[in-house]
């Protein structure tokens, strides 16, 4: 779906929504595509994502929130009333609602747990990490005694309702649970009804336990090119089966990982985390504690610009208008300052600003702010001239521009590359330090273009 048909059909919802139209709106869901969906579902706000999975089929609701990440679709259930959280959970596969279910609150999931119908197969998935096999695996599988006829195997599977599994493997069951053979759906076509499944189930079979590793599984799967791997327990009982698919999504999201942490990136995102956790919900005291040491500084950045003011004071009095535009370049420095240091923090936490690169990045950053300072320098320096009359006002606020916005960018990615390295929060930190640095050096850099260029302060 192109964005210009998305973006009006999201309009169309909240309208709906905002109107009373609910049964509108969720006839609009229902008639897409699950992907689709996905993507309309995430152009609402939480209010009325809440509204629509409360009100669609039970079923489109279970099809959203497996296609949306663990984090989102916990974040979304515990908004729901139970009873239609219940519903969605009933209509999903059972291990999909065990890794729902996994991620909310111990109190909301034993609540769930009690009114589901499979709540004692979930609850088996449950007792397994979700990085191991047992996490990935389903327990929707076709099984059956060994000896059972071909024929019954094939009653049995069209008297079953609907699912929506495919059906990669028939398994060869014994008395007790244990596997004993796999056999392909086209090899129980070719069969003769009356065959036991033992006579043509393969007995030679790949296996995994619930305790090994994803990964592994993921691996067996692309080495013996299968379409499902069984889990089987201690005595070799059937407790599931691991599907390609699920497996594939499974090795992405490892490999992802991997990367990341390869790159220092987790960690720097779980220990911004922290800091963000603290800094939002800790205690007021940790928080004046964090921040007030640099607003002091701010404000001793602040008496040290006066201060430097102070030096030229004889000059501002000879040329009164140069107070005119300390205001523009000191303004002017803080602003390319916060933009840059904005970039830096971002693109540092995504893993694309690191100690290889970065001197690279910030002779680019110090280019951007030269560029940036002669077109704003120069356009604030004609305007000076033209205001005042004489070009040596405006050669001055021009070079002082150009100067002091080169020099914030450049600083705006170097302090909070260095505060990084020394352990210091750069969001807290950053801003206060450039612009104690930005207004001292402005200052200076402003009324040495003005000696430089203005005759009468010689």
């Known amino acids: 779906m ?9 309009a169309d919802i909240k309208r709906h929504l905002a109107q009373g139209d609910r049964d509108l709106a969720v006839d609009m869901i229902e008639q897409l595509l699950p992907p689709d969906q996905v993507q309309i579902f995430f152009g609402l706000k939480l209010a009325d994502q809440v509204e629509i999975l409360e009100n669609i089929e039970a079923g489109e609701a279970a099809n959203i929130l497996e296609f949306i990440n663990d984090e989102d679709a916990a974040s979304l259930a515990e908004n729901l009333e139970i009873n239609a959280l219940v519903e969605i959970l009933d209509e999903m596969e059972s291990d999909e609602a065990a890794d729902l279910l996994g991620d909310l609150t111990p109190a909301l999931r034993d609540q769930s747990l009690t009114r589901l119908v499979d709540s004692e197969e979930i609850q088996s998935l449950l007792q397994y990490p979700d990085e191991t096999a047992g996490g990935l695996m389903t327990l929707d599988f076709y099984g059956y ?7 019954a195997v094939f009653q049995d599977i069209h008297d079953q309702p609907d699912r929506d599994e495919e059906i990669p493997y028939i398994y060869a069951l014994d008395h007790d649970g244990r596997l004993t053979g796999i056999t392909r759906l086209a090899d ?7 065959q036991p499944l033992q006579s043509i189930a393969d007995p030679q079979f790949v296996s995994i336990t619930p305790e090994a590793d994803q990964e592994i599984a993921a691996q067996l799967l692309n080495q013996y090119d299968l379409l499902a791997l069984p889990v089987v327990g201690q ?14 999504n499974a090795l992405e999201v490892e490999a992802t990982e991997d990367i990341l942490q390869s790159a220092g990136i987790l960690a720097k995102a779980d220990q911004q985390a922290v800091k963000s956790e603290k800094m939002v919900r800790g205690s007021i005291w940790h928080s004046l504690s964090v921040r007030i040491p640099f607003l002091i500084l701010t404000m001793i950045g602040g008496i040290l610009a006066g201060s430097v003011i102070g030096v030229f004071e004889e000059a501002l009095e000879t040329v009164v208008v140069l107070a005119f535009f300390i205001p523009a370049i000191m303004n002017m420095g803080g602003n390319s300052g916060a933009q840059s240091t904005s970039i830096f923090i971002r693109g540092h936490a995504l893993g694309q600003i690191n100690l290889p690169n970065f001197w690279k990045l910030l002779l680019r950053e110090i280019f951007i702010g030269l560029g940036m300072g002669l077109m704003v320098g120069l356009l604030a320096g004609a305007v000076a001239a033209l205001w005042q009359g004489d070009l040596q006002i405006g050669l001055a606020v021009a070079f002082s521009i150009i100067a002091t916005v080169t ?6 990615f170097l302090v909070p590359l260095l505060l990084n390295q020394v352990g210091v929060d750069p969001a807290i930190a950053s801003e206060p330090i450039i612009t104690t640095i930005k207004d001292i050096t402005g200052i200076l850099i402003y009324f040495y273009f003005a000696s430089l260029f203005i005759s009468q302060i010689h």
């Open 235 to 248: 005595a070799g009982r059937l407790l599931g089966i691991i599907t390609i698919d699920d497996a594939i």
């Open 2 to 10: 192109d964005n210009p048909q998305s973006k009006e059909i999201i």
């Open 407 to 412: 020099l914030a960018t450049g600083l705006g």
């Open 145 to 151: 005694p060994e000896e059972t006829p071909v024929g």
């Open 188 to 194: 129980l076509i070719r069969a003769h009804p009356e």
